[in-house]
């Protein structure tokens, strides 16, 4: 009983606190999305990223998409990059964001990130006509 | 062999690497590598697994396919498994896989688990792999699946490689 009561606590606590991300980290994902953007489609032999989940089941997942969008994006074509995948747009952004920014952490609520995953993933199941 | 402290009490820097801006921001409960060294290590083994399975599908034509997945089954639980729990991206890096709980070797059992949770990270367009990034204790979907870490080494020190 106490023992399941703290689980709770502990659960409530791990979506109403905040997460430390490290900003050297998001700056890493956010250059190795951007450049496997650029540099992946003129590779020879490129065969295209398909999305596994969407491959095998036709239901796309929350991140289909954004390796267009963020090519749409660097391109300027921010409409195309929105109607693709919203995420991409935010990816690029907050990668600039990012390099700018001399702070070794931000912190973000935690529910926040999950919350932005299941939008994307709406938005995605709409793009594709699976709701 | 191994360090035997567990991955959440890391040796002697406790709080390193957890933030400590205030009590309701949650960080690691230990050192834990950071995502360019995972990104790179990876990078690191994905060539050279692709490359051995390439001659491989060269070498046996069909069967290759087959023998392209054993190796990379091989490669991983044969290296993550062994005592120093670093495939060569890893050693490259300074970086190893422990278990969660102990801070020890994880053994090719956990080993063959954490690589089939791999698959399961990357099927929504690596976001299992992503998740790293604002996981309080900085572990991917495949490190959750098999309750591993990924530490540096410069506070779970290998004695021998692979072990």
Not at chain 2, 99 to 123: E, H, T
Not at chain 2, 128 to 156: C, N, S
Request: hydrophobic share 45%.
């Amino acid at each position: 009983m106490g023992t399941s009561t703290c689980g709770r606590a502990d659960a409530l606590r791990a979506w109403t606190g905040s997460v430390a991300l490290e900003v050297a980290d998001l700056r890493i994902a956010g250059l190795a999305l951007c450049a496997a953007a650029l540099v992946l489609p003129v590779m020879p032999l490129y065969p295209g990223v398909t999305c596994p989940l969407r491959a095998s089941t036709g239901i796309p997942c929350p991140l289909c998409g954004i390796t267009t969008s963020i090519r749409a994006t660097m391109r300027l074509d921010l409409a195309e990059a929105a109607a693709l995948n919203p995420g991409g747009l935010a990816a690029v952004v907050a990668a600039a964001v990012l390099l700018v920014t001399r702070r070794p952490r931000i912190t973000v609520p935690a529910a926040a990130l999950p919350i932005l995953i299941a939008c994307l993933w709406v938005f995605e199941l709409v793009r594709f006509d699976r709701l | 062999m191994s360090d035997p402290t567990p991955a959440s009490e890391p040796p002697s820097q406790a709080s390193q690497g957890t933030p400590r801006h205030s009590p309701n921001v949650q960080g690691p409960s230990g050192p834990r590598a950071n995502f360019g060294q995972r990104l790179l290590a990876y990078l690191v083994d994905g060539l050279i697994v692709g490359v051995a399975s390439y001659l491989v599908q060269l070498l046996f034509g069909d069967a290759g396919d087959f023998l392209s997945v054993i190796l990379g089954l091989a490669y991983f639980v044969y290296l993550e498994g062994s005592p120093a729990g670093q495939t060569v991206g890893k050693k490259l890096l300074n970086i190893r896989v422990v278990d969660f709980q102990s801070g020890g070797p994880l053994g090719f059992g956990k080993a063959a688990i954490r690589y089939v949770g791999r698959i399961v990270s990357g099927i929504p367009c690596a976001l299992g792999y992503f998740w790293m990034l604002w996981d309080k204790e900085r572990q991917t979907w495949h490190d959750k699946i098999a309750t591993t870490a990924v530490v540096p080494t410069a506070d779970y020190p290998v004695e021998k490689w692979p072990g």
